[in-house]
C-alpha cells in the first residue's frame, strides 16, 4: 500500500476550507463536530476505517516543508492561508494535529442517524481545526463503513436463503460472497479499504490490496482466501477447438483432494461446454479429483443462466435432495456467479434458485464494482456537523434546520453512543447517566489510544450479525 506515502496533509481539504479560520466568532475556543449516515438504502452500519486513517495520517507531524508548499498554492489558489495556525501546530504541538477525536468500535453495527466519530480541538486557539479536517477524515469514514454495511447486507440476504434452503448455513456462509472488486475501483487505496470492509463479513477475497490493508492497520497476518482461478485470456488462449484442453489443463494443474478450482465456461458456448465437455468428456476426470470444480458463468441475465446451468450439472453429475427438500449437487462440483451480482439482483437470483428447488449452497457469488465502486457519500447520506462550540468559555448548541429539508436537520450539542435493549442509540452528553459511552477517545495530540486488531472487528461484527438475525424485528 502507498498510504503512508500520502502527500500534505494541509492540502487534503476542500479549498473553501482555506479561509474558514476567519470566519468564526471573536472569542471561539471550541468547535465539537460529528459524523454520522443520515439514512439512504442500507439499514445497518458496519462502522469501518477510522484506524487506517489515523494510523497513515495523522500519526506523523505536519513539516515545515508542508506549511510552505501549503501557503505556496493556497495564496495563489484563493489568497488565503492560516500560517500562524499551522506554525502554532509546529512549534507548541511538534506538528501533531492537537485533536482529540472519538468513535465507536470499528465492527459494530448501529442504525443510521447515530455518531459514529466525535471530534474536536484541543487547543482553544485552533478552533477552526475540527472542520478542517472534514473533508479528509468524512471521505475516511463513509467509504469503507458503506462497503462493509453493502457486503453485511449482502450477507443477511444470503443467510436468510441459506437458512430456508440448506442444511448447514453456518458452514457455507463465510465464502458465499467474493469480492471481485480491484480492477473496478477507484485506486488500489479505495479497493484496499473498501476490500477490507468486506472481510469484516467474509473469508473471500482477489483484492491483494484488502490483505495489506488489514496487515498494515490492523495486524492480521491473512484477513481473506482465494483459489486457482481462469479468465477469458487463459482459456480463449487454446483457441476455440482446444476448449476441453483449456478446461482439462485446469484440473490437472490446480484439482486435487482437498483443493478447489475454477474456471470460467461462457468463451463460446455455455451450455455446449457444460452439457458436452464438462458434463460428458472430463466428467470422470471432475468426480475423481478429491477436491471441488467450481464453474462461472460470466454472461446472460444470471436470474435465468444460474439456475439453469445447475440444473445442466444436475443431470450431468446426479444431485441429492437435502433435509429441507431442496436439491444439492455432489460436493465435488459447484458454480460461482460472478457477473451481474449487487444487492438488488441478489435477493431475485436466490429467489429464483429457491423456487426451482435448488439450495442456495450450490452457487458463491462475486462482486465487482457493484461492491467496491457502486457506492458514494448518498449511498447512506453521510455527513459531519458541527454540534457545539466553546465561545469566551461558553458552551454554545449550534446546528442546521433547513426548512427546504427537514432531512438534514443536525444534531446539537455534545453526544455519545450507549446500548440499549438490542442495539444502540445516540444521546447527549449530559444525558448519558452513568450509561457506558462508547463514543471511546481513539486519538488525541497525535497518539492513537485504541489499536484494534482485525480478528477483534470480526468478532465484533458477527456477534452483532447474530443479534441482527436472531431479533430481526426488534430494531436497534
Not at 323 to 351: A, H, M, T, W
Not at 445 to 464: I, K, P
Given at each position: ?388 462550540a466553546v465561545i469566551n468559555g461558553q458552551p454554545r448548541d449550534i446546528f442546521k434546520d433547513p426548512v427546504t429539508d427537514p432531512g438534514k436537520r443536525s444534531k446539537a450539542g455534545r453526544w455519545a453512543v450507549v446500548r440499549k435493549a438490542n442495539g444502540y442509540e445516540g444521546v447527549r452528553i449530559e444525558e448519558l447517566a452513568g450509561r457506558e459511552n462508547l463514543l471511546r ?30 431479533a430481526p424485528h426488534a430494531g436497534h
Open positions: 500500500m502507498t498510504l503512508h506515502d500520502r502527500k500534505n496533509l494541509i492540502l487534503n481539504t476542500d479549498s473553501y476550507k482555506l479561509s474558514h479560520f476567519l470566519q468564526y466568532p471573536e472569542g471561539t475556543e471550541v468547535i465539537n463536530s460529528y459524523i454520522e449516515p443520515r439514512g439512504g438504502g442500507l439499514k445497518d452500519v458496519v462502522f469501518f476505517g477510522l484506524q487506517a486513517f489515523v494510523k497513515a495520517y495523522l500519526s506523523q507531524p505536519i513539516t515545515r516543508a508542508a506549511i510552505d508548499e501549503a501557503e505556496e498554492l493556497a495564496m495563489a489558489h484563493v489568497g488565503y492561508f492560516n500560517r500562524a495556525g499551522w506554525e502554532r501546530i509546529l512549534e507548541r504541538h511538534e506538528g501533531f494535529l492537537p485533536l482529540e477525536i472519538e468513535a465507536v468500535p470499528e465492527g459494530t453495527v448501529l442504525d443510521t442517524r447515530i455518531p459514529v466519530v466525535q471530534i474536536r480541538n484541543s487547543d482553544p486557539t485552533l478552533p477552526w481545526l475540527p472542520s478542517y479536517l472534514e473533508t479528509a477524515l468524512l471521505r475516511a469514514v463513509w467509504y469503507p463503513t458503506t462497503v462493509a454495511s453493502l457486503s453485511f447486507a449482502c450477507k443477511k440476504e444470503l443467510r436468510r436463503y441459506l437458512d430456508e434452503t440448506s442444511d448447514d448455513p453456518a458452514a457455507a456462509l463465510p465464502f458465499q460472497l467474493h469480492d471481485f472488486g480491484a480492477r473496478g475501483a477507484a485506486s488500489e487505496e479505495a479497493a484496499g479499504l473498501g476490500g477490507a470492509g468486506h472481510l469484516l463479513n467474509f473469508l473471500g477475497t482477489d483484492t491483494l490490496a484488502a490483505l495489506s490493508v488489514a496487515r498494515e492497520f490492523y495486524d492480521e497476518p491473512l484477513a481473506g482466501f482465494s483459489i486457482p482461478a481462469s479468465e477469458h485470456s487463459t482459456m480463449t488462449s487454446w483457441g476455440k477447438p482446444g476448449e476441453a484442453e483449456a478446461y482439462r489443463n485446469m484440473i490437472e494443474r490446480f484439482a486435487g483432494p482437498g483443493k478447489i478450482v475454477a474456471f470460467v465456461v461462457d468463451s463460446y458456448d455455455l451450455w455446449n461446454a457444460v452439457d458436452h465437455i464438462v458434463g460428458v468428456e472430463l466428467k470422470s476426470l471432475i468426480e475423481s479429483t478429491g477436491g471441488r470444480v467450481v464453474i462461472r458463468p460470466d454472461s446472460g441475465d444470471p436470474i435465468a443462466v444460474l439456475p439453469r446451468l445447475i440444473e445442466h450439472l444436475m443431470k450431468r453429475f446426479g444431485h441429492r435432495v437435502n433435509g429441507k427438500g431442496y436439491r444439492v449437487l455432489p460436493d465435488f462440483i459447484r458454480v460461482i456467479q460472478g457477473d451481474g451480482v449487487n444487492l438488488e439482483s441478489l435477493p431475485r437470483i436466490l429467489e429464483a434458485l429457491k423456487i426451482r428447488g435448488i439450495a442456495t449452497e450450490n452457487a458463491a457469488f462475486g462482486m465487482g464494482g457493484g461492491l467496491l465502486q457502486k457506492v458514494d457519500r448518498d449511498t447512506m447520506k453521510w455527513a459531519m456537523k458541527a454540534s457545539q477517545p481513539v486519538f488525541r495530540n497525535g497518539r492513537l489510544l485504541v489499536d484494534d486488531r482485525f480478528a477483534e472487528l470480526r468478532t465484533r461484527t458477527a456477534a452483532e450479525f447474530e443479534r441482527l438475525i436472531t
